[in-house]
Each structure stands twice: as C-alpha cells, then as structure tokens.
C-alpha cells in the first residue's frame, strides 16, 4: 500500500541498487577501522546480499559498530531515536516504497535541506537520496534495527482510513439497497477493502499478534495485540462494521450470509512482500458481530533453545531431557504463551537426516522442509486422535502433538511415549504440577502418567523494557515488597523503566521474553503421581528437588534489568504461591 504526500515529488520507487563498488568501498573502510580483518570479507563475499548484513549476520560486526565506523569515517552524527520522532511533513516528502528502496527514513525539514536517517551516509547514495526529494540532505546514520522500526512506526497503513471511512459511507445510502453489500468482494478499489487491508498491513508491521474488530453502540473499535497487551489502533463509524465483517468472511472462504453461528476461516495473503496466514473467528455480540483474526507471519525467524530466555541452566537441562530417546516433554501454559514456539525451537535442535520427525497441528504455523507435518481438518475426519494414530504407522522417532484437547489424544500420546517414541506437546495448565493433574482429571491412568513424563515446562511470555527510553524510577512499595518475596534484589544499574518512544510505540516495553517453570519427572515425583499425592505436596517437593516457580525466574529477570517489577506482576499469577 502506497502513502502519498502532498509534498512528494516521485510517485514511483527510485532504486538506487548497491554495487559490488559499494560493498568493496564498505570493506576497506571497516578494514581500515580495524572492525573488520581481510579474511572475514572473504568468508563472506560469496553469501548473497550487502556486505553490511552479511557481517552482522556472521557476528562479525554488530549493527551499533558498524554505524558507528560509517559515521566518524564520513564525520556525520548518528541518529539516536530515542530523541528523534520524524516530523509529519519530512515523512510526507517519500512514500513508504521509496524510503524502503532508497533506505532512508526522513526526519526533520531544517529551511530547505532535509535531515534523513540512512544506512550509509556515503556522498553518492545522500546525491541519490537529494535527487528524489530535489531538495539537499543532511544525513544521520542508523542502525538497520533502528531503520527498519522508524519505517515500520512512521508510515502507518492505516492512516488513509478515515478518508475511506468518508467515500464509504458517501455510497453507504445509495448502495444500501440496490447492492447490499456486494462491493465488499467484486471491488478491489471498494473503500471497505481498502481500509480491511490498511488494518492487516499495520497489524503486521506493529507486530501484532491478533487483530480485534468489535461492535461497541454506534462504533467498531479496532485493537491490537501487541506484546500480550491490546491497544486501540481506531474508531470507527458502527455503519461500516457489517461491510468489513463481510470482506473479512470472504477473505477467509466463510459464510456471509449467517451472522448468527460462530464461525472459522483462514487467509493466506502477502503484505508488504511477506507471506502471512491468518485465522479468522466471529461471534455474535450485542450490537453485530466481532471478529478476531489470528496473525502468523511465516517470514518471522524460528527461535533457537538458548533465545528463549531460559537460564542458562534450565536449557542445559532441557535440552538433555529432549534428547531422550523415549519419554514425553509436555509445554504448560495459557493461550498466547508462547508455548508453540518454545515447541518448534525443541525441534529444530532435534531435526536431523537420521530422525524422522512428525507433527500434527493445528494449524500448522512454520514449514520445515525436512519435518513431516499433518494439519488438523475436522471436515476431512482428521482429528488429533486420528492422525496421531496414523502417525504411529510411520515410523516416527520424535512426535509433537500440537496440543492436547482430550482424553483419547492424551491416552495416544502417553502410550506413543512408553512404546519407544519421543513425545512433544502442549497443554492448557496454569503451572508445571497443574498440568501433571489436567491428565489425571482427563481420566489417564497416574501409572501411565509415571511412567510416560519426562518433564514438564511451565512459560509465560513478559514484555521486555525497551531499551531506547530506559530511566531511572522509583518502584512502589509493593512492586519492591514483590520482588523481596521471591528473592529478587535492586538491579546493579539501579531501577530502570521504559519511558515511552517511537519504538515501542510509547508504552515502555518492546517485544517479550519467555519466563519458565520446569518441572522434571523424578522416582519420588513419580511415586507422588502413583499416589495421588496433594497438588501442594508435589509443589513443595519439586521445589525442594531444585524447580525455580514462574515468579522466581520472571523476578531474576527482573533484577537483571530486563523487564520491570509491574510487568511481572501483570503478566504471572501470583496468588496461592
């Protein structure tokens, strides 16, 4: 989606492609400055794409060093966004398109010179960058990190909406009764499906995980979730909330007809070039019908074991028990806990040529090309039980079961466990032990239980400080009472918090950590499970057996600085512990 101003001069992207003249240039003088030795450039060079990525991505050079090299080689300043916000009437002066392909980000007018944010502040890529805005260019070097968020917060998608909310309800009267509704799927130029594209394109750029469309009185509000919290995006007019519930059906293949049943479907689109899947579900409420739609962005990058956030202990210990050659691994915790992904990082340490490793899902949310997966489809009559059955047939060695819903999918995954197989799955469980009860309530047998579990691992996902507005604050008493209780102390640096900036879209905090409860299945655990002990007393003897609690790990990270006392107290239940 393009955005025009009012002041842009090129209405088409103007590449300005980097040579092998502008890698070699690159080189010489990171060579020059020391960051760099000769024989690096050269392990690299056949790796495609600019030199620069090529190093970071290498950990030969970090992001920070490598601006830092070009601004003092070229004597320029670096951009430092945690004082800059990009004024309205600079972004105005590029598309969006055109800062992508020209890596430049403007800032501020400065009397007839423009102050732009760019990758590299060489004379011939800042001639280039002034020849499309036909303007002189003052230029700050960034980090790509800091580049590639000031695109993503600057030009919001949705910022053509009202003005399509207008042409909207300008047709709404005479198209209410001749058309009914059917623009929403014949017209791709119809407003309502230029403004259901603005809201998925922004969702996607903001990081948002799911999308919220809800009747509210003569309103539809539309909010995001963004790091586990929801934030309100837009307002709009309750007569354009049919018209984008029906685009939206028809996006994901579902009835537009009944508004009354809850209802499933699913979008496959590219926004802004990356493939995106989206699950789609409405309900009936008071006032119309609310949709919320699921977004799963398969260009994100699959986290590895030691990304998690895990101590470096607890993944140690991890990873030895997921190497097991039989057994069951079970991943606890609430929806949006990130346990899908703490799963797919157990399996790609686990993906080898000699494994053969299966899924079955529900959806299936990443590919790998050499994991076979099944995709859960009522419709077709495959269902977790079913196709964990036939899974069984096909000489599997390592299983995830993307979750466990009922009885007979628990009883197959307990006896897939003790009849050879390795076992991955997750479970709706507040905590560790609660899950180990989930299957005695489900009717398992707690033998089976016994002798199947190898482990349990407990997570919750807490957003992370930012760290380009971190000042120092004074915690309340009983954020300080919270971290005392579970044995926490003032970090080194002193009480640091998230002020609010342009990256973290002035909340304080920029994407989310795993905090994790593992539980380990030993001989007096599991003469507990056989006796049916109190949920207490296996706690206390977990405990006494070296688990650390969510609250426990989520306070260290709180000492080490890397998130708040607040956040841990809104993101982990506390009570009973």
Request: hydrophobic share 40%; aromatic share 4%.
């Amino acid at each position: 989606m393009r955005l025009k101003g009012k002041h842009s001069k090129v209405e088409a992207p103007v590449a300005v492609p980097r040579s092998d003249e502008d890698d070699e240039r690159l080189g010489s003088i990171l060579v020059a400055a020391g960051q760099v030795r000769p024989y690096q450039l050269d392990a690299v060079r056949e790796q495609d794409g600019p030199l620069g990525q090529k190093l970071i991505a290498s950990g030969m050079i970090t992001d920070e060093a490598l601006a830092r090299t070009l601004a003092e080689h070229h004597r320029v300043a670096l951009a430092d966004f945690r004082a800059l916000e990009p004024e309205p009437d600079a972004l105005a002066l590029l598309t969006r398109d055109q800062a992508v392909t020209l890596d430049a980000l403007p800032i501020a007018l400065d009397g007839s010179s423009v102050v732009v944010a760019v990758l590299d502040p060489a004379p011939e890529r800042v001639e280039a960058i002034a020849a499309v805005l036909d303007r002189p260019v003052r230029a700050l070097v960034a980090t790509r990190r800091d580049l590639e968020r000031g695109l993503a917060t600057s030009y919001r998608a949705t910022h053509e909406v009202g003005g399509q909310v207008q042409a909207f309800e300008a047709r709404d009267v005479l198209r209410r009764e001749a058309e009914g509704l059917t623009d929403v799927s014949v017209n791709e130029e119809a407003p309502v499906v230029r403004v259901v594209q603005s809201v998925i394109t922004q969702a996607l750029r903001d990081r948002a995980s799911d999308i919220h469309v809800e009747p509210t009185g003569d309103r539809v509000r539309v909010r995001y979730r963004i790091d586990g919290a929801l934030t309100e995006v837009l307002d709009l007019p309750g007569s354009i909330g049919p018209a984008i519930v029906s685009r939206v059906k028809i996006l994901g293949g579902m009835n537009i007809v009944e508004r009354r049943r809850p209802q499933d479907g699913q979008i496959t689109m590219d926004v802004d070039g990356r493939e995106v899947d989206i699950r789609v579900s409405t309900t009936a409420v008071v006032g119309g019908e609310k949709v919320v739609m699921r977004v799963l962005d398969k260009s994100r990058p699959l986290f590895k074991l030691e990304q998690l956030g895990m101590p470096a202990d607890t993944a140690e210990r991890y990873s030895q028990l997921i190497h097991s050659p039989y057994g069951m691994v079970i991943c606890a915790g609430p929806t949006g806990g990130g346990k899908t992904t703490t799963l797919y990082a157990s399996l790609g340490e686990l993906n080898s040529p000699d494994k053969n490793l299966m899924t079955i899902e529900d959806p299936v949310e990443y590919t790998f090309d050499s994991i076979n997966q099944i995709q859960i489809n009522e419709a077709a009559g495959i269902t977790f039980a079913g196709g964990l059955k036939s899974i069984l047939r096909q000489d599997p060695d390592v299983i995830l079961v993307g979750e466990i819903r009922d009885v007979d999918t628990a009883r197959i995954a307990v006896q897939s466990a003790l009849t050879g197989h390795f076992v991955l799955s997750s479970l709706h469980a507040t905590e560790a032990v609660s899950a180990l009860y989930r299957l005695l309530d489900m009717g398992i047998e707690a033998f089976l239980i016994a002798s199947s579990v190898t482990a349990v691992v407990a997570q919750r996902l807490v957003r992370r400080s930012c760290t380009s507005c971190l000042e120092p604050f004074e915690p309340s008493p009983d954020e300080l009472a919270f971290v005392q209780q579970f044995g926490g102390r003032e970090p080194i640096d002193g009480w640091h918090h998230g002020t609010g900036c342009h990256f973290c879209a002035h909340t304080g905090y920029l994407e989310r950590i795993g905090v994790y409860e593992m539980l380990v299945v030993t001989d007096e655990v599991r003469e507990l499970i056989v006796d049916r002990a109190p949920h207490d007393q296996m706690r206390k003897l977990a405990r006494s057996q070296g688990m650390r609690t969510l609250q426990e790990q989520a306070v260290r990270l709180v000492t080490d600085g890397t998130t708040t006392a607040a956040e841990v107290m809104r993101s982990i239940y506390v009570a009973g512990v």
